[in-house]
């Protein structure tokens, strides 16, 4: 396989090999770290990674069981508590005392048990389209389809299965854009046949791990006294006006920024969520 120039890997606690990539390194101000979704991985922060790193330090990562890291032999394993600690093993690797999180979906939850378990670290976040109670309906939808999705036989299949999966929720994507979106989710395999770059194990996972234990809202509040920023798609079946309701409630000052024309999630290439991340570190040194 080709990788990047600053691709990297660095050993779990457990022994799993882990892939990250290290953009802007020679930048100052506290780094960025990007967190991927439940079935990504850390193609989709690629652009934003570009983006950033002529001003920060820009880490994105593929949690194990995706894209270039090792598949875990213990399916039990894919859950928050397991990446979090992957995350602050890659920091401590890299020598990061201090890190604001970029969280898609997924990844936002795991920013909430990082501000948990080590709050001191965590500078700040921008949380994509999760809050602490997700919505039965969007919930049920992920789990219907997570681990389970027919193969393809080409990269023009793959196009049309991430339409398929995510077009309700993305309105307005080119045919350039959705075989974009199929390079970040497939990978060829030894006979050059675009595969899903995730063990189909994590939706074993996400069917019968279960609810973390804990009260997520505990978790949302380790956040209270940080800068937190909460992109919105709008359109979103995980993320209701209702939560976000009960966000702003325990959190007067968390700054929601809806995202027109998307569903869950936004793909932080937006106008909106650009403007917003500009923001966010113009506040957060």
């Known amino acids: 396989m080709i990788m990047a120039d600053n691709a990297r890997f660095f050993e779990s ?28 991985n850390s193609r989709d922060f690629e652009d934003l ?12 990562c593929d949690f194990r069981g995706r894209g270039y890291s090792e598949y875990d032999e213990h399916w039990e394993n894919y859950h928050p508590l397991s990446y979090v600690q992957d995350t602050w093993t890659l920091l401590d690797h890299l020598g990061i005392e201090k890190i604001i ?6 990844g936002g939850l795991c920013a909430m048990v990082m501000a948990t378990t080590q ?3 965590v500078a700040g976040v921008v949380m994509n389209d999760i809050g602490p109670e997700i919505n039965p309906v969007g919930l049920e939808r992920v789990k219907e389809y997570t681990g389970r999705i027919p193969p393809v036989t080409s990269w023009d299949e793959a196009a049309g299965q991430s339409k398929e999966i995510y077009g309700e929720w993305l309105p307005g994507l080119s045919d350039e854009d959705w075989k974009k979106m199929a390079r970040r989710a497939y990978r060829e395999n030894e006979k050059g046949v675009p595969r ?18 804990g009260d997520p809202w505990t978790l949302f509040d380790s956040l209270r006294d940080k800068p937190v920023t909460l992109l919105w798609g709008a359109m979103s079946d995980i993320l209701t006006q209702d939560i976000i309701d009960k966000m702003t ?10 995202v027109p024309n998307r569903g869950h999630v936004p793909l932080l290439d937006e106008p909106e969520c650009l403007a917003a991340l500009d923001a966010f570190l113009e506040e957060v040194a």
């Open 196 to 213: 899903l770059d995730m063990d189909p194990n994590i939706g074993e996972a996400v069917r019968k791990v279960g609810a973390q234990k």
């Open 13 to 40: 606690q457990d022994g799993l090999k882990l892939y990250y990539r290290d953009f802007g390194a020679d930048k100052a101000g506290t780094p960025i770290i990007c967190l991927p979704g439940l079935t990504r």
């Open 49 to 60: 990674a570009n983006y950033l790193s002529d001003r920060r330090r820009v880490i994105t």
């Open 101 to 106: 999180v970029v969280g898609t979906s997924l």
């Open 249 to 258: 409630a325990r959190k007067p000052n968390l700054n929601v920024v809806a």
């Open 119 to 121: 709050g001191d670290r």
